[in-house]
């Protein structure tokens, strides 16, 4: 089965980090470009980061740079988004994805709140 189990998602406070995974099942994992996305209540899903299928290069929102870090193992089909010195605006459900976002079916993401 096709598919992208996305983990690590919770509560903390501002200030905090966190660190995210994604699980791939079948697909061609280690061929893609992979991403962290996220969607805020009310929001359109927006891209977080990515990282090549080397892992080799990396980039990120603007919103997030400097504070977020994506690293990938391919032999384990995981992606990892460590996120530190967390706000409150950075509350959403985050997902991942090919960074085309067509590589997997959209999975269910992962819920991180930010909040005192």
């Known amino acids: 089965q096709v598919q992208l189990v996305e983990s690590g998602g919770g509560l903390v406070q501002p200030g905090g980090s966190l660190r995210l995974s994604c699980v791939g099942s079948?697909?061609?994992?280690?061929?893609?470009?992979m991403g962290w996305f996220r969607q805020a209540p009310g929001k359109t899903r927006e891209f977080v980061a990515a990282?090549?299928?080397?892992?080799?290069?990396?980039y990120y929102a603007d919103s997030v740079k400097g504070r977020f870090t994506i690293s990938r193992d391919n032999a384990k089909n995981t992606v990892w988004l460590q996120m530190n010195s967390l706000k409150p605006e950075d509350t959403a459900v985050y997902y991942c994805?090919?960074?085309?976002?067509?590589?997997?079916?959209w999975g269910q993401g992962t819920q991180v709140t930010v909040s005192s």
């Open positions: 994805n090919s960074k085309d976002g067509l590589g997997y079916p």
């Open positions: 990282i090549y299928p080397s892992g080799g290069s990396t």
């Open positions: 079948g697909g061609a994992f280690s061929s893609y470009t």
